[in-house]
């Protein structure tokens, strides 16, 4: 999964490969690294400058073999491009589920036997009106429900800038019963 790393040691290349054993390896991929300049006091003196690097890394398990590093270092932009696509499908998947489990949450809610809409079993002329009544009444709560409300936030997950890695979680505010 995508991590922002700091450091105040910058990575020497793009890539590291790391835990080689039983025939697999970690290929940690580093990406939109940046030096940053942190400033310091220091006894009897005015400031020091430490350098800290900050990027994202990225993390894939494969098969190890012997010209692996060649390999990746010949074609790194693709191998770059196809582990961000890789965790940001992940990602976006585990984000989804949460949502996705949120408005499982909220479907009792938004029922018509939860608002209290009774609909009897046979409608006649004189209970007619009340009827119709009940099921605009309820239709209405339902439109004008914070739950409502909610849900469509939360279906609008994937529209937000910065999904999935940056998700502004919606709230549902309590309703008095």
Do not use: H
């Amino acid at each position: 999964m995508k991590q922002r790393t700091y450091s105040d040691i910058k990575p020497e290349k793009n890539f590291s490969i790391e835990n080689v054993e039983n025939g697999k390896c970690t290929v940690l991929f580093f990406d939109n690294i940046q030096e940053e300049k942190e400033s310091q006091e220091v006894e009897n003196e005015n400031t020091s400058n430490k350098i800290i690097y900050s990027y994202d890394t990225y993390s894939i398990e494969i098969p190890y073999r012997e010209n692996l590093a060649e390999t990746i270092e010949k074609d790194i932009n693709n191998w770059l491009n196809s582990v961000k696509e890789k965790d940001y499908n992940e990602v976006a998947t585990k984000v989804r589920e949460i949502r996705n489990q949120l408005l499982a949450e909220t479907d009792k809610e938004m029922c018509f036997d939860r608002l209290g809409i009774e609909i009897p079993e046979k409608i006649t002329a004189t209970n007619l009106l009340s009827v119709v009544t009940s099921v605009f009444e309820g239709i209405a709560k339902i439109l004008n429900n914070n739950v409502t409300k909610y849900r469509q936030e939360l279906r609008d997950l994937p529209d937000q800038e910065g999904f999935p890695y940056n998700v502004v979680w919606p709230t549902k505010d309590k309703e008095e019963e």
